[in-house]
């Protein structure tokens, strides 16, 4: 699997970023997203279809609203991905996760290729301990003092959180490990990856964590971008750009000059799916094995341990 990949147009490597929409608004991440389509990234926004009745934990703008959904559906026609973050900022049974897929379809055309679980929503699929195994798993809890314990239920039949099969019919790519490291595939080689452990996801994707400005410019610092370079290897960088990308209209200016920097190299800006369909015919369909699984599962819970990882 070191072997390199011979990325289209004789690219180098490949660079993108699944925004966690946690907290964004059309306002705080619209000079981002001019940002970076000016510099030809194409990346992939997460939404909420639909607006939740209840105060979340953590919020922000969903696609019932007017202007932010007209902005949302103008970064999709100018050639940004649309990706899911449930069907809105707090927990949703199985009705509502399909009304919420339902809704982004009819604004957005088809349904969404891509998926990550938003924080504590209790039909987030495979997630808190069962997103481990074995003696993983029990770290895990040991770690979180079981307070995760059978809290989420995507995948648990007969839940009324339960959308796993809708999931598994609608949803082609769902974000799993994150690890501090700029290159994704060199931590994660075979993805896209099936793992028949978790039947209702058709692919898993890891990603390179920076959830807000400090640690993504940590990430993607110069020396990371070189080596990603050197290494012709693949960057999915999993953040929140409503976490300080953006002060006022003015970006960040370290934010500003890595990312300039960046795509004045030879890169594949594509959105996230772009990228995964690439490499899920470069590599065949990949169903990971019991010591594939293991190792990411024993590094994901040591940058946990360590760095806090999410
Ligand atoms: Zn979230």
Redesign the pocket.
Same mark, same amino acid.
């Given at each position: 699997m070191s072997r390199k990949i011979r990325w289209p147009d004789g690219r180098a490597f490949a660079f993108t970023v699944f925004d966690?929409?946690?907290r964004a608004t059309a306002e705080n991440i619209r000079e981002v997203y001019a940002f970076l389509k000016d510099l030809g990234m194409f990346t992939t926004k997460s939404v909420w279809p639909i607006r939740g009745k209840e105060t979340p934990r953590?919020g922000g703008a969903t696609c019932d609203d007017g202007d932010y959904c007209d902005f949302v559906r103008r970064l999709h026609a100018e050639g940004f991905e649309i990706g899911f @973050?449930n069907a809105t900022f707090h927990s949703s049974c199985r009705e509502d996760t399909i009304r919420g897929l339902d809704t982004f379809a009819r604004y957005f055309g088809h349904d969404p290729a891509t998926h990550?679980n @938003?924080?504590d929503n209790a039909e987030a699929i495979y997630w808190g301990e069962d997103r481990l195994s074995g003696m993983y798993r029990a770290g895990y809890n040991l770690l979180t003092q079981f307070r995760n314990r059978g809290r989420f239920r995507g995948h648990r039949e007969g839940d009324p959180c339960f959308w796993g099969d809708v999931c598994k019919s609608r949803i082609k790519y769902v974000r799993n490990f994150v690890y501090s490291e700029m290159n994704t595939l060199r931590l994660c080689p075979f993805m896209p990856y099936h793992d028949p452990q978790r039947p209702y996801v058709n692919y898993w994707f890891a990603s390179s964590e920076g959830p807000e400005v400090g640690a993504f410019n940590g990430c993607v610092a110069e020396a990371a971008q070189d080596r990603l370079e050197a290494e012709g290897g693949a960057c999915i960088m999993y953040t929140?750009f409503a976490y300080g990308f953006q002060e006022g209209r003015d970006l960040q200016p370290r934010f500003e000059r890595l990312l300039r920097r960046l795509a004045g190299k030879n890169g594949w800006f594509v959105p996230v799916s772009r990228l995964l369909d690439f490499l899920l015919e470069h590599n065949g369909r990949n169903v990971i094995t019991d010591r594939e699984r293991a190792s990411l599962e024993r590094r994901w819970l040591f940058n946990k341990v360590f760095r806090g990882t999410s």
């Open positions: 966690d929409t946690d953590i @973050h990550a @938003h924080a929140h």
